[in-house]
């Protein structure tokens, strides 16, 4: 596992910053979530519709008594 990320921060580090090399860089340990949902951090598309729904749910709901 150690041994494919330092690869692939290399791959990375040639094609993106030149082989330059950052002060102070380190792997990072990730648990829970986020190590296995690399998005994790976004709103999921489901929740988002869902708070869309209910948004327009609640502005009929305020037109209908007139408010």
């Known amino acids: 596992m150690r041994?494919?990320?330092?690869?692939?921060?290399?791959?990375?580090?040639?094609?993106?910053?030149?082989?330059?090399?950052?002060?102070?860089e380190d792997i990072e340990t990730v648990s829970g979530r986020a190590a296995r949902d690399p998005n994790s951090?976004?709103?999921?598309?489901?929740?988002?519709?869902?708070g869309?729904?209910?948004l327009?749910?609640?502005s009929l709901a305020l037109r209908a008594l007139g408010h």
């Open 56 to 58: 327009a749910l609640v």
């Open 52 to 54: 869309l729904a209910l």
């Open 41 to 50: 951090q976004y709103v999921s598309t489901r929740a988002l519709l869902i």
């Open 3 to 24: 041994a494919a990320s330092e690869a692939f921060r290399d791959a990375h580090r040639t094609t993106v910053h030149g082989g330059l090399v950052p002060d102070g």
